[in-house]
């Protein structure tokens, strides 16, 4: 049974430094992993999907990378803006059940003006 | 706009109620997903439907039924409500299986008491 850990649970850095989020998950044998956004009462964005051929994948000011050989992913943010500040979730895609995404608890990013 | 929306944003209700949670979206997609996210703030799918394919995690309690009338609607029905039923309930959409990007709606609050 897959397993996605999401640390840390909570970061608070000031505006303008990079920062790294970081995703583990258990079962290596996954298709693909997403992050995600959630805001306060909205429904999640989604922020980045690597396949598992994949190394990396980059958007803007935000690259996320993979290994899956030691069941790793990272979010990199370059530098932090306020209007980062949301909660980060990753998710591993393994395929069974209801074909449906394993997500982490989440990182809860403040970023400081 | 294009999105995934359900309603309602929030519902209370008392135990032993029914209720229904109404998702429709208009991205064009061609599957459809329930998930609930917990007090502990972890998300987990409880329904993926494509083609009329239904797939159900097996740990979701039969209280819970989607029904589909047509590719752009997903609607959550819930019978005999039960406290433990109370949570954030979002629906999601992708195009394709298998770990596709996923659109997410906002989210039904759903409280019984």
């Known amino acids: 049974k897959q397993e996605v850990t999401q640390i840390p649970a909570a970061l608070s850095v000031p505006e303008g430094e990079n920062l790294v989020l970081n995703c583990s998950f258990t079962?290596?044998?996954?298709?693909?992993l997403q992050w995600f956004r959630q805001d306060p009462g909205k429904g999640l964005t989604s922020l980045l999907l690597i396949q598992s051929s994949q190394r990396e994948q980059t958007s803007g000011r935000l690259n996320a990378s993979l290994d899956k050989s030691s069941g790793r992913s990272t979010l990199y943010i370059a530098a932090s803006q306020p209007g980062d500040s949301a909660t980060y979730l990753c998710?591993?895609?393994?395929?069974?059940?209801?074909?449906?995404?394993?997500f982490g608890k989440g990182t809860h990013l403040i970023i400081q003006p | 706009d294009t999105a995934v929306s359900q309603t309602p944003k929030y519902l209370v209700t008392q135990m032993g109620n029914d209720k229904s949670i109404k998702c429709e979206q208009n991205l064009g997609h061609d599957t459809m997903y329930w998930y609930k996210q917990d007090s502990k703030k972890f998300l987990k799918i409880m329904f993926s439907y494509n083609n009329k394919e239904l797939i159900i995690n097996e740990t979701v309690p039969n209280r819970f039924s989607p029904k589909s009338p047509d590719k752009a609607h997903l609607n959550l029905h819930i019978n005999s409500l039960e406290l433990g039923d109370s949570a954030v309930y979002f629906c999601?959409?992708?195009?394709?299986?298998?770990?596709?990007?996923?659109?997410f709606g906002n989210g039904t609050r759903l409280t019984v008491t």
């Open positions: 079962d290596s044998a996954i298709y693909n």
């Open positions: 999601a959409s992708s195009q394709g299986r298998g770990g596709s990007p996923l659109h």
């Open positions: 998710a591993a895609y393994s395929g069974g059940g209801a074909d449906g995404l394993t």
